[in-house]
């Protein structure tokens, strides 16, 4: 699993621009990296997993601005076309997960 947290926070004050640069870190805190500057994304290995960082995402939301949490399969994030530009660029990698039976 995948958890994409998007935001739009603003940063008109010095006060919302340390509001935001302390969301950021704490959410880097907790495993996730940047994808695009108000995009960052974490590999779980479960959905209960992923249902744990959601969570401490909550815990931290800033008081004002835009906050989405999304959470989507490693095929569906497999499926992902990104762009630099108009060339092909590589994909975020992909942490390995170990099975046991």
């Given at each position: 699993?995948?958890?994409?947290?998007?935001?739009?926070?603003?940063?008109?004050?010095?006060?919302?621009?340390?509001?935001?640069?302390?969301?950021?870190?704490?959410?880097?805190?907790?495993?996730?990296t940047m994808?695009?500057f108000s995009?960052?994304?974490?590999?779980?290995?479960?959905?209960?997993?992923?249902?744990?960082?959601?969570?401490?995402?909550k815990t931290?939301?800033?008081?004002?601005?835009?906050?989405?949490?999304?959470?989507?399969?490693?095929?569906?994030?497999?499926?992902?076309?990104?762009?630099?530009?108009?060339?092909?660029?590589?994909?975020?990698?992909?942490?390995?997960?170990?099975?046991?039976?």
């Amino acid at each position: 699993m995948w958890v994409l947290v998007f935001f739009d926070l603003p940063t008109e004050t010095k006060k919302d621009r340390k509001i935001a640069a302390n969301f950021r870190k704490q959410l880097m805190g907790d495993g996730f990296t940047m994808f695009q500057f108000s995009i960052y994304l974490r590999h779980c290995a479960s959905y209960e997993n992923a249902q744990v960082h959601i969570s401490r995402v909550k815990t931290i939301l800033p008081p004002i601005g835009k906050v989405g949490i999304l959470y989507i399969t490693d095929k569906q994030f497999g499926s992902m076309e990104l762009f630099n530009g108009k060339k092909l660029s590589d994909k975020p990698e992909v942490e390995q997960q170990l099975e046991l039976f």
